[in-house]
């Protein structure tokens, strides 16, 4: 079906190597998509950061959790911290696939970013992933004096399937008692594998992400233990279906008008809010999933800067 894309966006959608890319091979999605990426953090500028990896204590009888720590340049004293999680639909990226934000993200805030490759599915379905992200949180929370975290402003951050994974982990923090978190950032989250939304039953060709995608997505991401759709699946895989959001940290969730995956973060958003979850919400118009990736169009900047203004409120920066 035809969609009113922005005009800008619609104009680079042609240089989009493979709009309508899929994931039902692993192994080919993640060579196609780690080639895009590389392409993009060619000649990345990474000045006023200094960049550290590091593989810390991974869940429970499972592997060490790989990690990059993003300082600001010069830094003597205790500043907000957060914790990244990738996208890629469960089932692809690295610390690479965000390189590029996390670099912008430290040195324009000025904040300590700690970015965690969690083991993808479908080798490593949930819980291991969202474990992987609950261990690299204690890891960050425990160690913030000697990466200068200030531990009171200790903020998660993801995108798609980062998102998701942020706001399980909100959940799953809250409830087990575990480190504070002071904000979450979810942004074009992926939370609800029912896939019922009017957004996930209309949007079957869209750019980047799709229906057929989330359904891969989906079932790669819960394995043998459950399937996608069942009345057994638990919210922390699948945050849209928790029924009490109280206790959770402030909010931002965006959304994509041509985003399958648009519904049900707007319903989230609303829940949130239901809950006295203070929340903030935004739908960017004319836009796709991924869409910022062509960061040269209007739209995408007016995004960009509504980032790093929400999270310079969150986090208490104060700029010049």
């Known amino acids: 079906m035809g969609y009113n894309y922005d005009a800008e966006l619609a104009q680079m959608l042609q240089f989009l190597p493979d709009t309508k890319f899929t994931m039902s091979d692993p192994e080919q999605a993640r060579a196609h998509f780690l080639e895009m990426i590389s392409s993009l953090n060619a000649g990345l500028d990474e000045s006023g950061v200094v960049i550290a990896e590091q593989a810390i204590a991974g869940p429970e009888g499972a592997p060490e959790v790989p990690v990059r720590i993003y300082t600001p340049e010069g830094l003597n004293a205790a500043v907000p911290g957060i914790l990244h999680i990738h996208g890629g639909g469960f089932v692809i990226g690295n610390l690479d696939s965000e390189h590029g934000t996390c670099v912008a993200l430290c040195r324009r805030l000025g904040v300590v970013i700690v970015s965690v490759d969690y083991r993808l599915a479908p080798e490593t379905p949930y819980p291991g992933p969202l474990e992987d992200c609950y261990a690299a949180l204690q890891w960050a929370s425990s160690n913030s004096a000697r990466l200068q975290i200030d531990p009171a402003r200790l903020a998660i951050f993801g995108q798609s399937a980062g998102?998701?994974?942020?706001?399980?982990?909100?959940?799953?923090?809250?409830?087990?008692?575990?480190?504070?978190?002071?904000?979450?950032?979810?942004?074009?989250?992926?939370?609800?594998?029912?896939?019922?939304?009017?957004?996930?039953?209309?949007?079957?060709?869209?750019?980047?992400?799709?229906?057929?995608?989330?359904?891969?997505?989906?079932?790669?991401?819960?394995?043998?233990?459950?399937?996608?759709?069942?009345?057994?699946?638990?919210?922390?895989?699948?945050?849209?279906?928790?029924?009490?959001?109280?206790?959770?940290?402030?909010?931002?969730?965006?959304?994509?008008?041509?985003?399958?995956?648009?519904?049900?973060?707007?319903?989230?958003?609303?829940?949130?809010?239901?809950?006295?979850?203070?929340?903030?919400?935004?739908?960017?118009?004319?836009?796709?999933?991924?869409?910022?990736?062509?960061?040269?169009?209007?739209?995408?900047?007016?995004?960009?800067?509504?980032?790093?203004?929400?999270?310079?409120?969150a986090l208490q920066i104060e700029t010049p």
């Not at 982990?169 to 939304?197: H, K, M, N, V």
């Not at 989330?214 to 079932?219: G, M, N, Q």
């Not at 922390?236 to 029924?243: D, F, I, L, T």
């Not at 960061?295 to 509504?306: F, G, L, Y």
Request: one cysteine or more; proline letters at 7%; a negative charge.
């Open 163 to 313: 998102g998701g994974l942020a706001a399980a982990l909100a959940l799953l923090a809250r409830d087990r008692s575990g480190p504070a978190i002071c904000f979450q950032y979810l942004g074009i989250p992926e939370l609800d594998d029912r896939l019922q939304t009017s957004s996930m039953q209309r949007f079957v060709d869209t750019p980047m992400w799709n229906r057929p995608n989330a359904e891969i997505s989906w079932d790669f991401y819960l394995g043998d233990q459950y399937q996608r759709g069942a009345d057994n699946v638990p919210y922390h895989a699948a945050p849209a279906r928790a029924e009490d959001l109280t206790g959770l940290p402030p909010a931002y969730v965006n959304t994509m008008e041509f985003d399958p995956l648009r519904d049900e973060g707007v319903e989230y958003a609303l829940k949130l809010m239901r809950a006295g979850v203070a929340t903030e919400l935004h739908s960017f118009p004319g836009t796709f999933h991924g869409s910022s990736l062509f960061s040269s169009a209007r739209i995408s900047q007016r995004e960009s800067r509504e980032m790093f203004a929400v999270l310079e409120r």
